[in-house]
């Protein structure tokens, strides 16, 4: 059965840090990109970030570019989202998913697999 679980997201002030953790089970990370979506309030869901299967693509949504890092740790089958110097336009639930990942551009469907999300908050 395959699995993707998120974890990290909570309440955080503008300017400070999250890492958020997506724990990968049933599938391999050496197979399988792995993305970062998230959605805002009203607004569509979007792609964030993403990590190829063999690591050589990483994609970064513009307006996190400098602030968002992707990475994975295989022996954990577990991808990060290292979140620095955040702002409220930030606050979303953020979900990982099995992915398509370009250089320019991060794309899932309903058809691939998904987390469940987890939310982050940016607000004094």
Not at 15 to 38: A, K, Q
Not at 43 to 53: A, I, P, Q, T
Not at 57 to 83: C, H
Request: with cysteine; glycine share 10%.
């Amino acid at each position: 059965q395959v699995q993707l679980v998120e974890s990290g997201g909570g309440l955080v002030q503008p300017g400070g840090s999250l890492r958020l953790s997506c724990v990968v089970s049933g599938l391999s990370l050496n197979e399988h990109s792995i993305g970062w979506f998230r959605q805002a309030p009203g607004k569509e869901r979007e792609g964030v970030s993403c990590l190829s299967r063999l690591q050589d693509s990483l994609y970064y949504a513009e307006p996190i570019k400098g602030r968002f890092t992707i990475s994975r740790d295989n022996a954990k089958n577990t991808v990060y989202l290292q979140m620095n110097n955040l702002k409220p336009e930030h606050t979303a639930v953020y979900y990982c998913a099995t992915a398509v990942c370009t250089p320019i551009y991060a794309f899932s469907s309903e058809d691939e697999y998904w987390g469940r999300g987890t939310t982050v908050t940016v607000s004094s």
